[in-house]
């Protein structure tokens, strides 16, 4: 749920973000059209100029796409403890949804239950820079 732009309040969703969990592992089986990655440094959440354009430039797209839904999922490293990565990648994903929602005009009921899935579902071993990135 949508706070007037502002971060989410995630630990009130756990069960739906452990549904989530479940179904990210299948996204297969969704019609994806289209995924933007955002890079954050170690240990941050801040958003780039960079990814900041990238970020407006999916959303017009998908704006143009009827029907479409956007999927926000934060991830990070394995650096850091558990507890901190997953608080981590709930503000990475919050910090993307309000950009895009506060600077690129894309409406909050087009936006599915956004999650953070701190270094789970992972597609690198993390044991070098560029598998961490």
Request: charged share 25%.
């Amino acid at each position: 749920m949508i706070h007037n732009g502002t971060s989410q309040r995630f630990e009130e969703q756990s069960a739906a973000t452990e549904a989530l969990r479940g179904r990210v592992g299948d996204i297969d089986k969704f019609n994806v059209k289209s995924t933007t990655n955002v890079h954050f440094d170690t240990g941050k959440a801040e958003l780039s100029a960079e990814d900041k354009t990238g970020l407006c430039t999916a959303g017009s797209a998908a704006q143009a796409t009827e029907n479409a839904l956007m999927l926000v999922v934060g991830y990070t490293d394995s650096t850091g403890g558990e507890d901190f990565n997953e608080q981590l990648s709930e503000k990475r994903a919050a910090r993307v949804i309000d950009y895009l929602q506060q600077n690129c005009g894309w409406k909050p009921y087009r936006m599915l239950t956004p999650t953070g899935m701190a270094k789970a579902n992972r597609l690198a071993s993390n044991e070098t820079p560029e598998d961490k990135a």
